[in-house]
């Protein structure tokens, strides 16, 4: 079962962190899954790893996947065009140096916050959270 491991279950800066039961392979490939398979889209896919391999560099396996709701980001961003900093939403996928795969995501509250909209327009973006906890088992 992946675990939260900011402490106490509390975001660390905003940022939540899951170590994920599965490989990295099956983890970014489960996340995109579970993703498109709700309806929201994925606008991006950034391979760090394969852009360092490029440039003659290594790193373990790494990628973010940029993925959103216009339906949810949109009434955001016409509140504070600026939110468009951390929408559409991201999360990272990475391995670490023992082979496991690891998750992390901003949170909906600390995004709303940045903003400094009320803390009832994360629920806006909550859908999408639910989505990667339900992923993890949360």
């Known amino acids: 079962m992946p675990q939260d491991v ?3 279950g509390a975001p660390h800066f905003g ?34 790893s394969g852009d360092a391999e490029r440039a003659g560099l ?3 396996p790494e990628r973010m996947l940029i993925f959103g709701n216009p339906k949810a980001g949109t009434p955001l961003m016409k ?3 600026a939110i468009g900093l951390d929408l ?4 990272l996928v990475w391995e670490d140096e ?4 690891w998750i992390a ?17 994360a629920s806006q973006l909550a ?6 906890q339900a992923f993890v088992g949360k």
Do not use: Q, W
């Not at 939540?16 to 490939?29: E, G, H, L, N, Y």
């Not at 559409?88 to 999360?91: E, I, N, R």
């Not at 859908?127 to 990667?132: E, Y």
């Open 88 to 91: 559409p939403l991201k999360v």
């Open 127 to 132: 859908p999408a959270m639910a989505i990667l």
């Open 6 to 8: 900011s402490s106490l």
């Open 58 to 60: 290594s790193m373990r």
């Open 105 to 121: 995501c901003n949170t909906p509250e600390y995004i709303v916050g940045r903003h400094e909209l009320g803390p009832e327009t």
């Open 15 to 48: 940022v939540v962190r899951f170590r994920s039961s599965f490989d990295f392979a099956k983890t970014i490939d489960g996340l995109e899954e579970a993703i498109t398979s709700r309806g929201l889209t994925i606008f991006a896919r950034i391979d760090f």
């Open 79 to 81: 509140m504070e065009p």
């Open 98 to 101: 023992h082979g496991d795969a």
